[in-house]
């Protein structure tokens, strides 16, 4: 028989958690790495640290103004990464960053000085001095050959041809040109000066002033040389440095391929919103970008008046993409980056642009290993804890509630095994790292959970109180305490949402799983603790006093009842 109090009949509402919980285990044991263990942080397993070095084009000591502005940008990737517990500190004129586990890759990534500008390509690519092969030749026998010379974003705008925006992209660039211009050698590039015996940010101030003499240079004998010499497998000294109003000679991102660049169009702080997804159409992962009113103007210009033409993307002083133009892109479109990007890779691209560019460039160091700051010691100490106090959970709901803290238990487990496989997919999906701040937010939790067992038991003896049985007391009794548990676990939420939105750090990760385990807590009561305990109510067995603990209270009940019936005769 369904319960009379509008709710979903238990056997229904059993048989949803379950299938939440077959779905979630499902998604860790049959997609993805199949790890069946969550991300830990850095204080319970260490993880890469990077120090990265600011540099200024002059070569003075970076500001503490830009070091925090960067710290501020870089933290903020962070976030839109998930919640990593990342660490980012600033330390003397250097950014340390610090991820948990062994992969250095997402640290050099949050680092990223993220300088996005737009130009047009200058003639065709060709192979860089290091490429072991050369660039792949374009797969669409109808996209229009890129012209030669630089397009003028001022020249009056033909007809749209209403086809998208890009066709093509830079890993599908037109092969290297073999018979591009040979390298001029009446014009040799200015010889760098020597910076051996210079400090670290005269150094690096040096070697980028010698790239802007040749990879910069006005004179075009100097950069077809530059074009034909550049080694993309080395160090860029340039890396987000160079001067958007002047050429550029730039390799993609692949290190196949080099480019001649005309001078900036639009410049990545127009961008108003980047994000990643799958292009079916190409059967490829791209970045979509929004510009200001500014910039989608400039755009719409360009692109109508450049048809046939390339655009490169340039990513600190690296060619991106560089697809085509085969239409007009109207104002107020979004316009996609394509290339051969995986769906971290685009989604960290995406996430670099939409928080804005690093005020200064930095250059990463070696990556090296830290150990954890807590250990798995601490680990263990805080599991142990949260044992205890389960267990000291189960113990008192035993004795106070008899038999029904044997669905207290069974309750706690459904909760324990669902707030784990959350843990796990969290960590898959979003980078998410359990640390001991973590581990504490979901021991309250657990705590929390407990206490809306509390509010509902109270609330079926004060029913009972009142004369009812035990089988009318516990959907009487559901119906006031849910009222109850839901005003309860909303101000929890909310104070967890406050302290996550405030907070910065491990006080983060605290913030995230209370609130986590907050919403846990009210899905487990409803689905399982108030089924369980109503399909306990039409059972004999639970009925009895000396198994539902209840007795005492049916007692004080009788009593009343005498009472009053002794009044009335009275």
């Given at each position: 028989m369904a319960p009379s109090n509008g709710s979903v009949h238990p056997v229904r509402s059993l048989a949803l958690f379950g299938a939440i919980l077959v779905a979630l285990y499902a998604l860790i044991?049959?997609?993805?790495?199949?790890?069946?263990?969550?991300?830990?942080?850095?204080?319970?397993?260490?993880?890469?640290?990077?120090?990265?070095?600011?540099?200024?084009?002059?070569?003075?000591?970076?500001?503490?103004?830009?070091?925090?502005?960067?710290?501020?940008?870089?933290?903020?990737?962070?976030?839109?990464?998930?919640v990593s517990g990342s660490e980012v500190v600033i330390d003397g004129d250097n950014l340390v960053i610090t991820v948990p586990g062994d992969d250095s890759s997402q640290a050099r990534t949050l680092g990223q000085t993220a300088r996005l500008y737009i130009r047009p390509v200058i003639g065709q690519p060709i192979a860089s001095a290091n490429a072991a092969q050369p660039a792949p030749a374009p797969t669409d026998p109808q996209a229009p050959a890129p012209a030669t010379p630089a397009p003028d974003a001022a020249t009056p705008a033909p007809e749209p041809q209403g086809r998208p925006f890009p066709a093509q992209d830079p890993t599908d660039t037109p092969a290297p040109a073999t018979d591009a211009p040979a390298p001029a050698t009446d014009a040799p590039a200015p010889a760098p000066a020597p910076t051996e015996d210079l400090d670290p940010q005269a150094r690096a101030a040096a070697d980028i002033a010698a790239a802007k003499e040749t990879r910069q240079s006005e004179d075009p004998a100097v950069l077809q040389q530059a074009m034909a010499t550049l080694d993309c497998s080395a160090a860029d000294p340039l890396a987000g440095n160079d001067d958007p109003a002047k050429p550029l000679v730039a390799c993609s991102t692949d290190g196949t391929a080099v480019y001649l660049?005309?001078?900036?169009?639009?410049?990545?702080?127009?961008?108003?919103?980047?994000?990643?997804?799958y292009n079916t159409q190409q059967s490829r992962y791209e970045v979509s970008l929004t510009f200001d009113s500014e910039g989608s103007s400039t755009w719409a210009q360009f692109t109508a008046a450049s048809i046939g033409q390339q655009a490169a993307f340039v990513l600190d002083s690296k060619v991106v993409s560089a697809p085509v133009i085969q239409g007009a892109t109207p104002a107020g479109s979004a316009t996609s980056i394509t290339g051969n990007f995986t769906n971290t890779q685009a989604t960290e691209l995406a996430n670099t642009l939409k928080y804005g560019s690093l005020p200064l460039s930095f250059a990463a160091s070696e990556a090296e290993t830290v150990s954890a700051t807590l250990g798995l010691a601490s680990l263990e100490a805080g599991l142990i804890a949260g044992v205890v106090g389960l267990v000291l959970v189960l113990l008192y709901s035993l004795v106070y509630y008899r038999m029904l803290g044997v669905l207290v238990a069974l309750s706690l487990v459904m909760s324990g095994l669902a707030v784990y496989a959350v843990m796990v997919l969290l960590g898959r999906y979003i980078n998410f790292t359990l640390d001991l701040a973590g581990i504490a937010g979901l021991?309250?939790?657990?705590?929390?959970?407990?206490?809306?067992f509390v509010v509902f038991f109270e609330r079926i003896k004060d029913e009972i109180r009142e004369g009812r049985s035990f089988r009318s007391a516990v959907p009487r009794g559901w119906a006031r305490a849910r009222r109850t548990i839901l005003s309860g676990n909303a101000v929890s939420f909310i104070a967890a949402a406050v302290l996550y939105v405030l907070a910065v750090g491990q006080v983060r990760g605290f913030a995230f799983t209370l609130g986590l385990t907050t919403i846990l807590d009210v899905v487990v009561v409803f689905l399982v603790t108030w089924p369980l305990v109503h399909l306990?109510?039409?059972?004999?067995?639970?009925?009895?006093?000396?198994?539902?603990?209840?007795?005492?209270?049916?007692?004080?009940?009788?009593?009343?009842?005498?009472?009053?019936?002794?009044?009335?005769?009275?």
């Open positions: 044991f049959f997609t993805g790495d199949k790890s069946a263990t969550p991300k830990l942080g850095i204080d319970l397993q260490g993880g890469t640290r990077v120090t990265l070095t600011a540099r200024t084009p002059d070569g003075s000591a970076p500001s503490q103004d830009s070091l925090r502005q960067a710290q501020q940008i870089i933290e903020t990737r962070v976030n839109g990464l998930g660049l005309g001078p900036s169009i639009i410049d990545g702080q127009q961008i108003t919103d980047a994000s990643s997804g021991i309250i939790g657990i705590g929390m959970t407990a206490d809306s306990a109510s039409t059972s004999k067995f639970w009925s009895k006093p000396s198994v539902n603990g209840l007795g005492a209270i049916q007692q004080v009940a009788r009593e009343r009842q005498l009472a009053a019936a002794s009044a009335k005769e009275a």
